[in-house]
């Protein structure tokens, strides 16, 4: 079966617009470009409101615990950074989802991610259900 659009422009960029919405627009997120970032030096759980989560791991590893992928919206993401520059050796980035069950809540289907490159970078989406999907790495 074959598909066919009408003659469109089909474009993106990092930044969505829309020309198009309905209601008053009180539940729209991250117009503009504009991300929250938060700062971490110690084991945490990724919390529903994180986006961009900066990682000093100068002392020791640190954890990122994600909670289950369904406590986040669908295509929700979380940039998980190293920006102190000191990742590596055993002072790596964990990222955890290996506290849920086996059949989901995975990231590409392992428990644990981990960055140990300095100034390293991943990007992880949740598919609001049961899994958790790599989208960019740096």
Do not use: W
């Amino acid at each position: 079966e074959e598909m066919y659009f009408p003659r469109s422009c089909f474009c993106s960029s990092g930044n969505i617009s829309a020309s198009f919405f309905y209601g008053d627009g009180s539940n729209l997120q991250n117009v503009g470009g504009q991300s929250a970032f938060n700062g971490f030096t110690a084991n945490f759980t990724v919390a529903q409101e994180s986006d961009i989560l900066g990682i000093v791991t100068t002392g020791s590893a640190i954890t990122a615990s994600l909670a289950a992928a369904s406590t986040y919206g669908p295509g929700q993401r979380f940039t998980f950074k190293d920006v102190s520059g000191s990742c590596s050796g055993s002072n790596h980035i964990v990222i955890s989802a290996s506290a849920y069950s086996s059949a989901g809540d995975r990231i590409d289907g392992q428990g644990v991610l981990k960055i140990e490159a300095g100034f390293g970078a991943v990007t992880l989406a949740s598919d609001g259900v049961a899994s958790f999907f790599i989208v960019s790495t740096s």
